[in-house]
């Protein structure tokens, strides 16, 4: 059982900067992949980044590619979003998500946290 639980998400204007954490507990949590997926109003889940159990394999939407990153720290067992050059088609909840796949896929992932809503102005 993975447990995961996101913070840093805000208000800030369009072309600054937010990073986003996800903390997870669980004995296992080392090991498995990570991702980030976003909620917009009125639209789907969509897939943003993600990254394999080492940190040394990573995945972008092309979306964001470019402007976000994804990274871990395994000791800390903590992913971040560092997310800059903000747009306002950004504004959604941001949701941290564990696959026990352990590759950086866009899909099979098992565990979710509650979201932390980022909001970009105009």
């Known amino acids: 059982q993975v447990q995961l639980v996101e913070s840093g998400g805000g208000l800030v204007q369009a072309g600054g900067s937010l990073r986003l954490s996800c903390a997870a507990s669980g004995r296992t949590a080392r090991s498995y992949a990570m991702g980030w997926f976003r909620r917009a109003p009125g639209k789907e889940l969509e897939f943003v980044a993600a990254?394999?159990?080492?940190?040394?394999?990573?995945n972008y939407a092309d979306s964001v590619k470019g402007r976000f990153t994804i990274s871990r720290d395994n000791a800390k067992k903590t992913v971040y979003l560092q997310m800059s050059s903000l747009e306002p088609e950004d504004t959604a909840v941001y949701y941290c998500?564990?696959?026990?796949?352990?590759?950086?896929?866009?899909?099979?992932?098992?565990?979710w946290g509650q979201g932390t809503q980022v909001t970009v102005s105009s």
């Open positions: 998500a564990a696959s026990p796949q352990s590759v950086a896929g866009r899909e099979g992932y098992d565990y």
């Open positions: 990254i394999n159990w080492s940190g040394e394999i990573t």
